[in-house]
Nanobody
């Protein structure tokens, strides 16, 4: 059983930055495609960034391109989501998820999920 854990959320002012981390126990995130998703109250869960296991290619939803960066540290068994120039529309619970297939925006295609970490952007 793989247990995924996110951390790094918090309260930040508009224009600020946060870095989320994702680790896994029972396995290694190095073996999976990683997706970062977010869900705001009353909204559908949406993918914001993912990194393919096979080639390390990065994918971003248009609303975060140029502001968010997904990266993987193989030595630390950790995937990061660096979020810059945050705005109130980025407020949501952010989830990390893993799958053994290629990168995907479909949450139903991911196998293991973390519990989520709250990101609040407010002045």
């Amino acid at each position: 059983q793989v247990q995924v854990v996110e951390s790094g959320g918090g309260l930040v002012q508009p224009g600020g930055s946060l870095r989320l981390s994702c680790t896994a126990s029972g396995s290694s995130v190095n073996y999976y495609t990683i997706g970062w998703f977010r869900q705001a109250p009353g909204e559908e869960r949406e993918g914001v960034a993912c990194m393919s296991y096979s080639d390390g290619r990065e994918y971003y939803v248009d609303s975060v391109k140029g502001r968010f960066t997904i990266s993987r540290d193989y030595t630390k068994n950790t995937v990061w989501l660096q979020m810059n120039s945050l705005n109130p529309e980025d407020t949501a619970v952010y989830y990390c998820a893993t799958r053994t297939g290629p990168a995907s925006w479909d949450p139903d295609e991911y196998d293991y999920w973390g519990q989520g970490t709250q990101v609040t952007v407010s002045s």
